[in-house]
């Protein structure tokens, strides 16, 4: 099983950034593919952005491209997601998700970003 603990959020004016963590623990990430998700109220949670940790892949949400870059640190066993020019829209609760190659989803208890105008 995997443990996922975030951290990073905050509240930031319109063009500000923050910096999102992600701390995994209880089993080595090699199989697995790291996701932030966000989820604002009354919304679906969408994908955000995602790395796949045997080979360093990166993908992202159109909306981010550009402004916001997932990131780790080996050593930490830690994903983090740097997010810069941030706007109102971006205001959700951001999740942290483990998925394992064979389809496992862990996920993390999530942390508040709310972006003022």
């Known amino acids: 099983q995997v443990h996922l603990v975030e951290s990073g959020g905050g509240l930031v004016q319109t063009g500000g950034s923050l910096r999102l963590s992600c701390v995994a623990s209880?089993?080595?990430?090699?199989?697995?593919?790291i996701r932030w998700f966000r989820q604002a109220p009354g919304k679906e949670r969408d994908f955000v952005a995602a790395?796949?940790?045997?080979?360093?892949?990166?993908n992202y949400q159109d909306s981010v491209k550009g402004r916001f870059t997932i990131s780790r640190d080996n050593a930490k066993n830690t994903v983090y997601l740097q997010m810069n020019s941030l706007t109102p829209e971006d205001t959700a609760v951001y999740y942290c998700?483990?998925?394992?190659?064979?389809?496992?989803?862990?996920w993390g208890q999530g942390t508040q970003v709310t972006v003022s105008s």
């Open positions: 998700n483990a998925r394992s190659l064979g389809g496992e989803d862990y």
């Open positions: 790395l796949r940790w045997s080979d360093d892949y990166r």
């Open positions: 209880g089993r080595t990430l090699s199989d697995y593919v």
